[in-house]
């Protein structure tokens, strides 16, 4: 019997299949380009696609594709065969260095938000050597860049590449600054936990909404959801346990190092969280399992659920971003080291994501919007859309200490030259956890909560990356300059502290009073819709920082902008649209249908004993009466507020309609249609309840 040490990474093109089927030569200009980011040359380029073909065609595929992720938000991917004609008529397989390197798919039928015309349909896939190729089916899947026929990024990873690329850059000049002169890269890594509901196909195919939008429009609260938390780490139903052990071995095949598995709040709903690994490994993995979960939870009988909200009054679904830096030794820089000297390292970088995410926190709260996370944050299993810090009470103590200039009280008399007593060794995990907070340190990493189940992970560590660049280049550039370079660093973590305390929160960000101390009382932005905070990803801070570090140029900003507005707006127009069909065609005929049954037997029953008062048929009658016509009144009000929609002269000003016209109609519409699914016979109501749904896995 195979153990899972035989078959992990089986389907990798990884550092050991490299070595295994490359030359000694190849091998070694292949990890330089990998690891110095060093052009590749053709010849090594033809090595290594031989050997990459003869690999694959071994593990049974037949089929090669560049894949990549455009800003649809899923990966894309276009077949073609290694067979090539041979003169006897057979055929042999062939694959070429520069098959490899470039591929050319169709830029126009993709979201480029104005870049690509229609007719411009020239587009380019580029080889990413950082992350490893895969086998998926029968098919060798090489991960890609996708550009224009102008260069412009027309996907995910292209800039997510340039925000690692800086942020390394960034870090290395700090550290040089430090003393350490063997340094050569510094890495973000991450560890995205991932949420989903498990529902049965049965369920889930007689829910319009559901198949649709990705989440139910309409629902009545059951009698039982969470409220007992029973759920929670609970035992793992048989069905779930079937479903879990075979992703897992799906994931293990591709190197995808899930670790952990569990019942989240919520019935019917689970996580897995794997371990770290490098940003651009671990967005690359992590769109990969979004994709297995759903295809593995076909064969099991189940659809997967990643939607935010699928279900109004139980929890949504997040994916909590754990993300750190290391060196390219493998030195967390977020954790404070052994030493006092090296506790000040840790301290500026610490400082260095404390700016970062004051100064930018509308870009962090714009990496994760989306219609459906809209529906999430602020919601008792969510962080509010106001964008703070914890630190725990350790390491905020420090951080006051500092401020202040008066020894830390908590530390060993352990002198740095910073001119205050500071922390000896940190402990990790000396303070609890809090799970109100979009942005918690937590040991030697920050756990960014915001983020909603279905979104690629690529934009919010695009943002984080180059947020964090960003302090860093300020500190460099200061610090190179200075005279004194203790003095310096004392001097700039202290003015760090002071000038971005107000981001620093430790308490519960669910209290309603948070919301008042945090816009009125220490200036924070609080963008509660993705309507309201996608238009500041062109303010002019954002678009100065973002291009200076060349992460994007400010076409791609206007670009991505408009993208992010318009899959808004398209989401919530289909998701309105479904609702109206839904009342028409089977709520209001369910309604009506029962309604008018209980009226012709209450009528029956009347004219056998005519003294009987009826009040419960009387009352129900009228009150389902009342509700249809509200419901058609409310339906027909949506509509209007849809076709309103052609009238915005813009994408700006229709995002602004649909967040402040037609999300309110489509609350209002589902108000009695839900009353009434608690008032009508189960079985005239057309769908699976709440209770049905949740409930149904075994």
Not at 427 to 437: E, G, K, V
Not at 610 to 618: G, R, V
Request: proline share 4%.
């Amino acid at each position: 019997m195979k153990t899972v040490s035989d078959y992990f990474g089986s389907l990798v093109f990884d550092d050991r299949a490299m070595r295994a089927s490359l030359s000694a030569e190849v091998y070694a200009s292949l990890r330089k380009t990998i690891d110095e980011g060093s052009t590749l040359d053709i010849s090594v380029a033809n090595a290594v696609a031989e050997a990459m073909k003869n690999w694959a065609v071994s593990k049974g595929a037949t089929h090669f594709t560049h894949w990549f992720q455009p800003l649809t938000g899923i990966t894309a991917e276009k077949h073609d065969s290694f067979i090539s004609p041979s003169p006897d008529g057979s055929v042999i397989m062939e694959f070429s260095g520069k098959e490899l390197i470039k591929g050319e798919p169709d830029a126009s039928s993709f979201p480029s938000g104005g870049l690509r015309a229609t007719f411009e349909a020239r587009g380019y896939t580029a080889w990413d050597p950082t992350s490893y190729a895969f086998i998926k089916g029968k098919t060798l899947c090489i991960p890609t860049a996708f550009c224009a026929y102008g260069g412009q990024a027309l996907d995910k990873k292209t800039p997510l590449l340039r925000s690692m690329e800086v942020l390394s850059r960034q870090a290395v000049r700090i550290l040089r600054l430090f003393g350490n002169d063997t340094v050569k890269r510094v890495v973000s890594s991450v560890g995205p936990e991932q949420e989903y509901f498990l529902i049965t196909r049965e369920m889930y195919d007689q829910r319009p909404d559901l198949r649709f939008t990705g989440r139910t429009l309409f629902g009545a609260k059951p009698p039982k959801g969470q409220e007992l938390d029973d759920h929670y780490f609970g035992a793992i139903k048989p069905g779930v346990a079937a479903f879990m052990e075979e992703l897992n071995e799906e994931l293990w095949k591709l190197g995808i190092l899930a670790k952990t598995e569990h019942n989240e709040v919520a019935p019917a709903q689970h996580e897995l969280a794997p371990i770290y690994t490098t940003t651009n490994l671990a967005t690359d993995q992590n769109q990969l399992t979004m994709e297995i979960m759903q295809k593995v939870a076909a064969r099991h009988g189940f659809v997967c659920l990643l939607h935010e909200k699928p279900f109004e009054g139980v929890n949504g679904s997040g994916k909590h971003n754990n993300w750190s830096i290391s060196t390219d030794s493998g030195v967390n820089l977020l954790s404070p080291g052994e030493t006092p000297y090296e506790n000040a390292q840790f301290l500026l970088f610490l400082c260095a994501v404390i700016k970062a995410v004051d100064d930018y926190q509308d870009l962090l709260r714009i990496a994760v919007a989306t219609a459906g996370n809209d529906h999430r944050l602020g919601a008792n299993e969510a962080p509010p859309a106001i964008i703070s810090m914890f630190l725990g009470d350790e390491l905020n103590a420090v951080l006051a200490s500092i401020e202040s200039d008066t020894p830390y009280q908590g530390a060993q008399k352990t002198q740095m030259k910073l001119g205050v007593d500071v922390l000896p060794k940190f402990n990790r995990d000396t303070t609890d956890r809090n799970r109100t907070s979009p942005f918690a340190f937590t040991g030697n990493k920050f756990e960014f909560r915001s983020l909603g189940s279905s979104n690629s992970i690529a934009c919010t560590n695009i943002m984080l990356n180059s947020a964090v660049a960003e302090s860093l280049r300020i500190y460099a550039d200061r610090l190179e300059q200075a005279a004194d370079f203790e003095t310096e660093l004392h001097e700039m973590i202290r003015k760090t502290i002071r000038d971005h305390r107000r981001i620093i929160f430790n308490g519960n960000g669910y209290d309603e009073s948070w919301v008042k101390e945090a816009t009125e009382g220490r200036g924070l932005l609080n963008y509660r819709t993705t309507a309201d905070c996608i238009p500041h990803l062109l303010d002019e801070k954002n678009v100065k920082m973002l291009t200076g570090l060349g992460v994007f140029t400010e076409e791609e900003l206007k670009s991505r902008r408009d993208i992010l507005l318009e899959n808004y707006c398209r989401t919530v127009v289909i998701e309105a649209n479904t609702m109206i069909n839904m009342v028409h065609k089977r709520i209001a005929p369910a309604i009506t249908r029962f309604t008018s049954d209980l009226a012709e037997e209450a009528a029956k029953k009347k004219a056998l004993f005519p003294d009987l008062a009826l009040k419960y048929e009387s009352e129900l009658v009228v009150r389902l009466s009342a509700l249809t016509d509200s419901i058609i009144e409310k339906s027909n009000q949506l509509e209007t507020a849809v076709r309103g929609l052609s009238e915005a002269k813009d994408i700006i000003a229709e995002s602004e309609l649909i967040r402040d016209t037609v999300v309110p109609k489509m609350s209002e519409l589902r108000k009695p249609c839900d009353e009434a699914e608690l008032l009508t016979a189960k079985s005239y109501w057309p769908f699976p309840t709440y209770g049905d749904i949740l409930f149904s896995v075994k």
